[in-house]
């Protein structure tokens, strides 16, 4: 993408963000002088003409081809996270920039895993029958149980949800392990910190893991990156959970691994497909939760996501690198 300075003006912005008309009012500022045009997603012809001479556009999906081939579009924030769909090689091709909102959402989605961690870990499913049943028993072997303190939890991916994800793990008392792409900085709340860039492997994260919880973007390196051997090298009694996307499990090796009893349990908000059919086995496999892709939200959501690009507005004018770009290295071919 050229830096130029003079290639880098914003005349023109699309934005098709299903927002209140108090936060449209803060974008058209932060974009003004440019001529800024919001449209409802669903207006086809509106969006057609305004791509004509758009060079900037704010979605609250990720780009279809329209974007593409938009003749003088060259900076696309898609507002929401895991931008899967966007990460095409034409994209990279074209050198189109693309943003997303990475982070908004990442406390909640963090204590979802947590919700998950914790379920698991105390058996809420039985607890819940037993409740049910206004049965004051107690269940066979729970005084075995285990409590997260002092226990090690594994996150695969370390952007912002990873991140919370290590802050929760700290204040459960567990020990930390954390993988991330790129090698860096250690972080406070982790106590092995580990970098497919500097050469390891997730073999230690995977086999002193507890609780393992998959925070990284789906990308041609992370498709199927849990499948059956990483299921036999996990602990007797571990547990995976997966915020991330579904297919970054191989999901008949997760059935499989649960059905043997290999790991003790998944917390899934995520599946491949989604919807889960619902004939699919993990519906009524024991030690499986599910969630049907949706966290509560945080208050400021919006708010966070407006930051976002406001920041990005700056740094686009400046010529700077932007907050949550897409590289040519989260390129996702789809997969059958």
Not at 9 to 30: D, G, K
Not at 284 to 303: A, F, K, N, S, Y
Not at 306 to 332: H, Q, T
Request: negative net charge.
């Amino acid at each position: 993408m050229p830096t130029h300075p003079d290639q880098r003006e914003i005349h023109s912005v699309l934005s098709t963000v299903l927002y209140r008309p108090h936060e449209i009012e803060q974008l058209r500022a932060a974009f003004a002088p440019a001529e800024f045009t919001h449209l409802h997603p669903a207006d086809s012809a509106g969006i057609a003409e305004a791509l004509e001479h758009a060079d900037v556009a704010v979605l609250p999906v990720d780009l279809d081809d329209r974007f593409l081939a938009a003749p003088r579009l060259r900076w696309v924030h898609c507002d929401h996270a895991g931008l899967t769909r966007s990460a095409r090689p034409e994209v990279f091709e074209k050198g189109l920039l693309v943003t997303g909102s990475a982070g908004r959402s990442a406390p909640a989605l963090a204590q979802h895993g947590f919700f998950f961690a914790l379920a698991l870990t105390f058996d809420a499913k039985r607890l819940l029958e037993k409740q049910a049943e206004h049965a004051w028993r107690a269940i066979p072997d729970y005084h075995h149980r285990l409590a997260l303190w002092g226990k090690t939890l594994g996150i695969v991916g370390f952007g912002h949800t990873g991140q919370e994800m290590a802050a929760l793990g700290k204040a459960f008392g567990m020990r930390v392990i954390a993988s991330r792409r790129r090698s860096g900085s250690s972080h406070p709340a982790v106590d092995l910190m580990l970098s497919t860039d500097a050469g390891d492997s997730l073999d230690t994260l995977i086999r002193e893991s507890d609780v393992i919880m998959l925070a990284a973007p789906l990308t041609d390196k992370t498709y199927h990156l849990f499948s059956s051997e990483q299921f036999a090298s996990m602990r007797d009694g571990a547990y995976l959970i997966n915020m991330a996307r579904g297919q970054i499990i191989d999901q008949d090796a997760l059935i499989e691994a649960l059905r043997t009893g290999r790991i003790a349990g998944a917390g899934l908000d995520v599946t491949d497909p989604e919807p889960l059919p619902a004939d699919s086995p993990l519906w009524d496999l024991p030690g499986v939760l599910i969630t049907p892709h949706m966290t509560p939200m945080l208050p400021d959501r919006t708010q966070r996501s407006i930051d976002m690009i406001v920041e990005n507005i700056g740094r686009y004018r400046r010529g700077e690198a932007l907050l949550n770009a897409l590289s040519a290295r989260d390129v996702f071919t789809a997969k059958p």
